[in-house]
């Protein structure tokens, strides 16, 4: 738990640094280097891909020459 001090600017420092490591222990996208902060994510051929890079792959039928 974080603890509240009377300077607010190295609390807030603090909370970055402890958000900072949250984001460290989560599983990258292989696709977008990013951490996949959803709840999922999808395995392609053993790539873990989040949401947003599985949007960005999706094509209309429609489009293809």
Do not use: H, S
């Amino acid at each position: 738990m974080t603890r509240i001090t009377d300077d607010p600017i190295a609390d807030a420092e603090r909370w970055i640094r402890e958000q900072d490591k949250q984001l460290e222990r989560l599983p990258k996208c292989d696709y977008c280097g990013e951490p996949i902060q959803e709840e999922y994510y999808f395995d392609l051929c053993g790539d873990r891909v989040c949401e947003r890079c599985v949007e960005n792959m999706k094509r209309r039928i429609d489009d293809e020459d």
